[in-house]
C-alpha cells in the first residue's frame, strides 16, 4: 500500500481534476507492462480519461482512472512512456471550441516527442464537452464479471424519437395506473357507504 502524504495536482478532464490525500494500490509490474502495450497501440495521444476507457473496453474489465493514472506516470518516470500538456488548439479541438480551459496531460508510447493531436474523437463515442457523452459511454459500456455471469445485455441506441416514444408509453402508463387505482379506492368507499345504506334501512324497517 502507498499513501501519498500531499494532494497530487494533475492536469485533466472533467474527471481528472485534483486528488486529494488518499490510499491507492500501487499498479503492479504486469498491469504496468498491459499500459505500456495498450498504450503503444494507440494511434492518438490520449488523456487518462480516453485511455482509461479504452483500455477498459480492450480487456473488458472496469479500470479506475487514478489506477490507470498511477501505472502511466510509472512509465513515464521509467522513461518507456511520454506525456505532455495539450496545447489550447487540441483542446479547442477536442472540445469542439466550447472548452479552452483545464488542458489535459495527453500520454503516448514509446517515449519521445508526443505528436499533435488531430481528432476530436480519439475514443468511439467519447467526445470532451459533448452532452451525450454519458449516453456514449452507457452505449460502449463495458459489462463487469457480475453482469456477463447474470445474462447478456443487449445495448440499444437510443434516438430523441424514439426516447420520445418511450417517454410517452411510460407517461400514458404511469395515468394508467393511478386511475385504476383511484377508481378502485372511490369504488371501495361507495361499497363502504352502500353497506352502511343498508344497514340503515333495515333498522328503520325494523322500527316501523
Do not use: C
Not at 66 to 88: D, H, I, P, Q
Not at 150 to 173: G, H, K, M, R
Amino acid at each position: 500500500m502507498a499513501r501519498f502524504t500531499t494532494p497530487v495536482i494533475l492536469n485533466s478532464d472533467a474527471k481528472d481534476k485534483q486528488i486529494s490525500t488518499s490510499t491507492f494500490i500501487r499498479p503492479s509490474a504486469s498491469f504496468t507492462e498491459i499500459v505500456h502495450s495498450a498504450l503503444g497501440r494507440q494511434t492518438q495521444p490520449l488523456s487518462v480519461l480516453e485511455f482509461t476507457e479504452a483500455l477498459s473496453r480492450e480487456l473488458g474489465h472496469s479500470y479506475d482512472e487514478t489506477y490507470v493514472r498511477l501505472a502511466l506516470k510509472n512509465l513515464v518516470n521509467a522513461g518507456r512512456a511520454s506525456s505532455r500538456k495539450e496545447t489550447f488548439e487540441e483542446r479547442k479541438l477536442r472540445s469542439n471550441g466550447s472548452m479552452l480551459t483545464m488542458r489535459a496531460a495527453l500520454y503516448w508510447a514509446p517515449a519521445g516527442i508526443v505528436p499533435t493531436r488531430t481528432v476530436a474523437e480519439a475514443v468511439p463515442g467519447l467526445i470532451l464537452g459533448q452532452k451525450e457523452s454519458s449516453a456514449h459511454r452507457k452505449i460502449y459500456k463495458y459489462p463487469t464479471k457480475k453482469q456477463a455471469a447474470l445474462a447478456e445485455v443487449e445495448l440499444i441506441d437510443v434516438t430523441p424519437a424514439n426516447f420520445q416514444s418511450n417517454s410517452n408509453t411510460v407517461v400514458d402508463y404511469l395515468i394508467e395506473k393511478i386511475v385504476a387505482e383511484r377508481t378502485q379506492e372511490i369504488q371501495s368507499q361507495l361499497d363502504a357507504a352502500n353497506a352502511k345504506l343498508a344497514k340503515l334501512q333495515e333498522l328503520f324497517k325494523s322500527a316501523i
